[in-house]
């Protein structure tokens, strides 16, 4: 079975610029999470989505938005981008939310790096 | 918001000697979930703990969750140089008895094997 996909796999950008990350989970996998992790830290939590739904949100201004398309994949988007959104943007699936249905199975990841 | 404090930041152990790394909240936990990540990788699920005072067991690695929910430990064995990576606890908070899907993790532990 295929694991969770991320695209693309690096982008360059420059600051004010948007960005659209992409993932798709693991089939049968009704969430998605995105976060973000910087060099040396651990994942941040950005967003989780279930069933279309937003179910979480993490401490991120609102250029940071996301959404759930009805296969489950998800897209994240980043406005008005600053040097500090530099990072790599992970993306996990889980079966839900809660209990042992939210082990999360990461993407290999998209590496943002803006100039 | 929740945070979780993990400790050591670094070990460096040669192959063969034992490996720990403590999580501590502040704040009751619903569970709380292990995670590996190897140099350029992703984090990969390890295990993940629900009991109060629960013990598991993965061959060389022994997971704890603390009797009051609010630490866990992860304790590893005559380490290898597989063993090498980034040890990540990430929790949920224990909110009304609802299990919510945000994860947030430690700073991790970077784990050096020496041959």
């Known amino acids: 079975d295929a694991g969770v996909t991320q695209s693309p796999t690096h982008l360059i950008k420059t600051r004010g610029q948007q960005v659209t990350l992409r993932c798709s989970p693991i089939?049968?996998?009704?969430?998605v999470s995105w976060y973000q992790q910087v060099l040396g830290q651990g994942p941040q939590f950005i967003f989780q989505?279930?069933?279309?739904?937003?179910?979480g949100r993490g401490n991120f201004p609102d250029r940071f938005s996301a959404r759930q398309f009805p296969n489950y994949s998800s897209e994240l988007n980043v406005n008005a981008l600053l040097l500090g959104d530099s990072a790599l943007y992970l993306c996990?699936?889980?079966?839900?939310?809660?209990?042992?249905?939210?082990?999360?199975?990461f993407g290999p990841g998209t590496r943002l790096t803006v100039l | 918001g929740q945070q979780v404090m993990q400790i050591p930041q670094y070990q460096h152990v040669q192959e063969g000697e034992d490996f720990t790394t403590y999580c501590n909240s502040s704040?009751?936990?619903?569970?709380i979930q292990w995670y590996k990540q190897r140099p350029g990788g992703h984090p990969v699920f390890l295990i993940q703990?629900?009991?109060?005072?629960e013990v598991k067991k993965q061959k060389r690695l022994t997971f704890q969750f603390g009797e009051a929910k609010k630490n866990s430990s992860l304790h590893i064995t005559a380490t290898q140089t597989t063993d090498v990576g980034t040890y990540f606890c990430?929790?949920?908070?224990?909110?009304?008895?609802?299990?919510?899907?945000?994860?947030?993790f430690g700073q991790g532990t970077i784990l050096t094997v020496h041959p």
């Open positions: 990430a929790a949920t908070a224990n909110a009304g008895g609802t299990s919510y899907g945000k994860l947030t």
């Open positions: 089939s049968g996998h009704k969430s």
């Open positions: 704040t009751t936990l619903s569970n």
């Open positions: 703990l629900v009991k109060s005072g």
């Open positions: 996990a699936s889980s079966r839900g939310t809660s209990g042992s249905y939210n082990e999360q199975f």
């Open positions: 989505y279930y069933e279309k739904e937003e179910r």
